[in-house]
């Protein structure tokens, strides 16, 4: 059967119709984020940032007036709620789309994007709004962005007017030495990070690319991951107001948020790396090992531990504790007439800058093994281990005919101590390890022993102690530094 012209033309009028009426349909069932991701990205009509609220107390918070101070600004603000778990009780949050909770732990229920927080974000700017601020100017946000934009700093941050407003720090960290060091910003508004509470804006793309966006406390997380890239942040004088019904406003709430907050913060160093923490004045915070908790580290495999695997030095926690443990030793060995002297890689870096070599996990003295049944605490390791009054552990070492003083039973960073006798002038001993040290030495090298700073007290040490040490490690070993086994892994990069 043949088709007129008016009958193709009426079918093909039908399959338009139906067309446009398919789309028309499909486009109605799209989620409304993504139908407005294109147009929110860099759109000059709608909001470019979205505000961001992840340090907050689900126990007692304001988070409900802080929403609603930015949706009196601007009705279609995005604003993201960002939690681990479901907050309880529950937050009065308006029930609108722009207004989202996201909750970052993975649940079976819940797909992989579900809990990634740059799911919920599709503006190109994003503001970090803490709790207990709020919105009162027309406009703060876009004269961030503006600011931002204009160039100079990767971050840009408004104080809020609470009891505890912002202020500029300097900021070091030292991956290598666990280590960060805050200070005065010598060249504020423009500092390494913030102390107190700030709205600060950035790049949704920055915030993101960040190992860990959103971990608790956020500022010290934030900065200490943006100060390690170089980044900076301009303080603007664009305060924002202070909630009207401040959070935390009981005692007791206080009391309860420090201490979570403390303990969130601990966490988070220790899982960034960070063991010590240095502020202005000469404060220390240590976020390591102790007498009472296992040392950093484990067993150590060719003398190489496994921090210098990733590229860092000896924890300072676990330095700490070598040298008051050498400290201690040290004074019984004096108070009972041991003679002693600083050996091996102790004696190195004592001859190199007066301490423990950065890089280095033992103390190692050596004994005259005559003296050995002068001290108590000798005698009584030669019959088992022994705890004494400080905590520390003296026994015999498992791996040969030595002795060997524990930090605690518990940490067992320690202190070996070698004895030593003479034969024919020469001091030898009975038990070797596969060191290139462990050699015999002519006894004149301690006749006399001379002092030499080490580890923040003054130790014994054999006379000419740079012909010592290049007898044992060989020609100009003080002037250039290497790693215990240079085999496995050498100072200069992987062997």
Same mark, same amino acid.
């Given at each position: 059967?043949?088709?007129?012209?008016?009958?193709?033309?009426?079918?093909?009028?039908?399959?338009?119709?139906?067309?446009?009426?398919?789309?028309?349909?499909?486009?109605?069932?799209?989620?409304?984020?993504?139908?407005?991701?294109?147009?929110?990205?860099?759109?000059?009509?709608?909001?470019?940032?979205?505000?961001?609220?992840?340090?907050?107390?689900?126990?007692?918070?304001?988070?409900?007036?802080?929403?609603?101070?930015?949706?009196?600004?601007?009705?279609?603000?995005?604003?993201?709620?960002?939690?681990?778990?479901?907050?309880?009780?529950?937050?009065?949050?308006?029930?609108?789309?722009?207004?989202?909770?996201?909750?970052?732990?993975?649940?079976?229920?819940?797909?992989?994007?579900?809990?990634?927080?740059?799911?919920?974000?599709?503006?190109?700017?994003?503001?970090?709004?803490?709790?207990?601020?709020?919105?009162?100017?027309?406009?703060?946000?876009? %004269?961030?962005?503006?600011? $931002? &934009? +204009?160039? !100079?700093? /990767? #971050? @840009?941050?408004?104080?809020?007017?609470?009891?505890?407003?912002?202020?500029?720090?300097?900021?070091?960290?030292?991956?290598?030495?666990?280590?960060?060091?805050?200070?005065?910003?010598?060249?504020?508004?423009?500092?390494?990070?913030?102390?107190?509470?700030?709205?600060?804006?950035?790049?949704?793309?920055?915030?993101?690319?960040?190992?860990?966006?959103?971990?608790?406390?956020?500022?010290?997380?934030?900065?200490?991951?943006?100060?390690?890239?170089?980044?900076?942040?301009?303080?603007?004088?664009?305060?924002?107001?202070?909630?009207?019904?401040?959070?935390?406003?009981?005692?007791?709430?206080?009391?309860?948020?420090?201490?979570?907050?403390?303990? %969130?913060?601990?966490?988070? $160093? &220790? +899982?960034? !790396?960070? /063991? #010590? @923490?240095?502020?202005?004045?000469?404060?220390?915070?240590?976020?390591?090992?102790?007498?009472?908790?296992?040392?950093?580290?484990?067993?150590?495999?060719?003398?190489?531990?496994?921090?210098?695997?990733?590229?860092?030095?000896?924890?300072?926690?676990?330095?700490?504790?070598?040298?008051?443990?050498?400290?201690?030793?040290?004074?019984?060995?004096?108070?009972?007439?041991?003679?002693?002297?600083?050996?091996?890689?102790?004696?190195?870096?004592?001859?190199?800058?007066?301490?423990?070599?950065?890089?280095?996990?033992?103390?190692?003295?050596?004994?005259?093994?005559?003296?050995?049944?002068?001290?108590?605490?000798?005698?009584?390791?030669?019959?088992?281990?022994?705890?004494?009054?400080?905590?520390?552990?003296?026994?015999?070492? @498992?791996?040969?005919?030595?002795?060997?003083?524990?930090?605690?039973?518990?940490?067992?960073?320690?202190?070996?101590?070698?004895?030593?006798?003479?034969?024919?002038?020469?001091?030898?001993?009975?038990?070797?390890?596969?060191?290139?040290?462990?050699?015999?030495?002519?006894?004149?090298?301690?006749?006399?022993?001379?002092?030499?700073?080490?580890?923040?007290?003054?130790?014994?040490?054999?006379?000419?102690?740079?012909?010592?040490?290049?007898?044992?490690?060989?020609?100009?070993?003080?002037?250039?530094?290497?790693?215990?086994?240079?085999?496995?892994?050498?100072?200069?990069?992987?062997?």
């Amino acid at each position: 059967m043949r088709l007129t012209r008016c009958q193709a033309a009426l079918a093909a009028a039908i399959t338009l119709n139906l067309l446009v009426l398919f789309y028309v349909s499909w486009l109605h069932h799209q989620p409304r984020s993504s139908r407005t991701r294109g147009s929110r990205r860099g759109s000059a009509s709608g909001p470019r940032v979205t505000i961001l609220v992840r340090e907050f107390e689900a126990f007692d918070n304001a988070v409900p007036e802080l929403v609603d101070s930015f949706l009196q600004q601007e009705p279609t603000q995005p604003v993201v709620v960002v939690a681990d778990t479901l907050p309880y009780p529950p937050l009065a949050l308006p029930r609108i789309p722009n207004v989202r909770l996201g909750l970052l732990q993975p649940a079976l229920d819940r797909p992989a994007a579900a809990s990634r927080p740059e799911t919920y974000v599709a503006t190109e700017y994003v503001a970090l709004v803490p709790d207990g601020a709020r919105a009162e100017a027309p406009g703060q946000l876009e %004269r961030m962005v503006e600011m $931002l &934009r +204009a160039g !100079g700093a /990767r #971050l @840009v941050a408004a104080p809020v007017a609470s009891a505890n407003p912002a202020r500029c720090l300097a900021l070091n960290i030292s991956l290598r030495e666990w280590t960060a060091r805050y200070g005065p910003a010598p060249s504020a508004p423009r500092c390494d990070a913030l102390d107190g509470d700030a709205v600060v804006l950035l790049r949704a793309r920055d915030l993101f690319n960040l190992s860990a966006p959103l971990a608790r406390p956020v500022g010290t997380g934030l900065f200490l991951q943006t100060a390690l890239r170089g980044w900076t942040v301009q303080m603007l004088d664009l305060p924002f107001s202070a909630a009207r019904q401040p959070p935390l406003a009981t005692a007791h709430a206080r009391w309860k948020a420090e201490r979570e907050g403390r303990a %969130r913060r601990a966490a988070l $160093l &220790r +899982a960034l !790396g960070i /063991r #010590l @923490v240095s502020w202005e004045g000469g404060r220390l915070e240590w976020f390591g090992c102790n007498k009472e908790t296992p040392r950093c580290f484990g067993t150590v495999v060719g003398d190489t531990p496994a921090y210098l695997y990733e590229e860092r030095w000896t924890p300072p926690c676990c330095l700490r504790a070598l040298r008051e443990t050498a400290r201690y030793v040290v004074g019984v060995l004096e108070a009972a007439g041991v003679r002693y002297w600083l050996e091996g890689g102790s004696l190195l870096g004592a001859a190199r800058h007066g301490d423990i070599i950065p890089w280095d996990y033992d103390v190692d003295l050596g004994i005259y093994l005559e003296d050995v049944g002068n001290c108590e605490q000798l005698r009584g390791a030669e019959a088992g281990s022994v705890v004494d009054e400080r905590g520390f552990v003296w026994e015999k070492a @498992v791996e040969g005919d030595f002795f060997r003083v524990q930090y605690s039973e518990s940490n067992h960073l320690h202190v070996d101590l070698w004895p030593f006798y003479p034969r024919n002038g020469v001091m030898t001993k009975d038990t070797w390890l596969d060191h290139r040290q462990d050699v015999e030495f002519p006894e004149h090298f301690l006749q006399p022993l001379v002092p030499l700073p080490f580890a923040g007290f003054v130790a014994q040490a054999p006379n000419n102690y740079r012909r010592f040490l290049e007898l044992k490690f060989g020609p100009g070993v003080i002037e250039n530094p290497e790693y215990p086994n240079p085999a496995l892994l050498s100072l200069g990069g992987s062997s």
